[in-house]
């Protein structure tokens, strides 16, 4: 039933909110700390530390809304994600995208923008992409030699929420040569923006969206800020990484990780490698010892031993080093979760739980969003952030005055901090009144 009404609502969501064809996406590490089962280690990029915990893949618009989250304890990565999961979950609930004959009439056109961070950097995915006719937007990983200044142009970009910047922009068009899964080489047109920061920072974007404006392009990857602030803000508020229940559930037996021999192989690979580094600079240390030196006879005996027995460990620890890797060579990176040793397979945390709390927190967080622009309109005197002014309404005391004989639930909130918030409580209230509401599950206005 929450599976039916999750998709229902990003259905909904997609179509008739997403008005821009824009979507964000991002991944999120939610850790685990517990000790009933030993899930695999991700990155956790705010703690720079690698925590046991499993994925949330998040999908918003271009103003940080919501439309849906994929949770997993896969460690494929967000590439993968995107071709097996996100993607075809889109395109099943999108219906408001340019037409099939619209789209062979006009190549350039996209039926959607998808935006990602450098994690998903690649140009097969953007080929595979573009082959569905989905355009792909991300940063630059390896942007080279910086552009002459002379390149680049004032330009006003409108950025999602209205503000106008000006920016130093400048675009390159060119084509790379990408072999696709069956060696098959395809050509793939590639626009490159960059912007010109006030420190000589070049900022490069590219991307396969050959409609958008160069500003426009701008202002679509700058919207990645949006969902970056709504993660933040659902950690803050909405208790997002908090553990639903303690529940475990099983994972499919075809469900494919990094095998725990291989990863045995590669730390050992790693330890070795280490030893050898720093024997040989000890070793170093004592080449610089003059043999000639007045020091007395013993002192020089014990340095000349010294060297050797360390000239023959480090022989000895590279035979060894030698040896591994050839074996983490010999090993499978992956293997099925039903073929790991017994003592070395894991669970997943329970979802259905986790899957139901997302939906009412996605729905929650768009209604407050659309709650936060309306009070937006109507700030004057106040600098306060919209979101505050919200949470400070929900904290509010008021008094339930329901009218049963002309079946009226009236709200009486009590008098806010100041006399403009309180101008700010009853326009909400008067724009509430229009709209003629009917409370959940009664006939009370």
């Not at 082959?131 to 991300?138: L, N």
């Not at 923006?193 to 404006?213: E, F, W």
């Not at 008094?399 to 006399?419: A, E, F, G, R, V």
């Not at 918030?421 to 008067?430: A, E, P, V, Y």
């Amino acid at each position: 039933m929450q599976y039916e009404w999750a998709n229902s609502k990003t259905e909904k969501w997609l179509n008739e909110d997403n008005s821009t064809g824009v979507i964000l996406v991002d991944g999120h590490v939610k850790t685990y700390s517990g000790s009933q089962t030993d899930l695999p280690k991700r990155y956790k990029t705010g703690r720079r530390l690698c925590l046991s915990g499993m994925m949330d893949y998040w999908v918003n618009d271009e103003i940080g809304r919501p439309l849906f989250v994929i949770t997993t304890v896969l460690t494929s990565g967000m590439t993968k994600m995107i071709r097996d999961e996100i993607v075809p979950k889109i395109l099943s609930n999108l219906k408001n995208c340019p037409s099939d004959e619209e789209l062979v009439n006009d190549p350039d056109l996209h039926k959607f923008i998808l935006i990602y961070d450098r994690d998903s950097y690649g140009f097969l995915l953007m080929l595979l992409m573009r082959q569905q006719h989905i355009a792909c937007q991300t940063y630059n990983k390896y942007p080279g030699e910086k552009w002459p200044e002379s390149d680049f142009s004032t330009k006003e970009v409108r950025l999602v929420h209205g503000n106008i910047e000006m920016m130093e922009m400048a675009e390159r068009v060119y084509s790379v040569k990408v072999k696709n899964e069956e060696s098959e080489k395809h050509q793939l047109k590639v626009r490159e923006v960059r912007c010109l920061m006030a420190n000589g920072h070049q900022t490069a974007i590219i991307s396969t969206d050959y409609k958008s404006t160069i500003d426009g392009i701008a202002s679509n990857m700058f919207a990645r800020w949006c969902q970056e602030n709504y993660l933040k803000y659902m950690g803050e508020h909405f208790a997002l990484d908090s553990l639903v229940d303690y529940g475990l559930q099983e994972i499919g037996g075809t469900s494919v990780f990094v095998s725990p021999i291989y990863k045995k192989a590669e730390s050992l690979v790693k330890s070795l490698a280490n030893k050898i580094g720093t024997l040989q600079k000890k070793l170093g240390k004592l080449m610089g010892y003059d043999e000639q030196s007045s020091e007395n006879e013993k002192r020089q005996v014990e340095v000349k031993t010294e060297k050797e027995t360390i000239k023959l460990e480090i022989e000895s620890v590279q035979k060894e080093l030698a040896q591994a890797k050839t074996k983490k060579k010999e090993t499978p990176k992956h293997m099925k979760i039903e073929d790991f040793p017994d003592e070395e397979k894991f669970k997943q945390l329970s979802l259905p739980g986790k899957h139901f709390m997302n939906i009412i927190k996605m729905t929650s967080y768009r209604a407050e969003t659309a709650m936060a622009i309306l009070i937006a309109k109507w700030q004057t005197e106040t600098k306060t952030d919209s979101r505050s002014i919200s949470r400070g309404l929900y904290a509010s005391d008021a008094d339930i005055l329901p009218d049963h004989q002309n079946m009226i639930l009236n709200i009486k909130i009590h008098t806010q901090s100041t006399p403009n918030l309180n101008k700010i409580t009853q326009k909400l209230c008067d724009y509430l009144n229009e709209g003629n509401h009917f409370y959940p599950g009664t006939k009370y206005k």
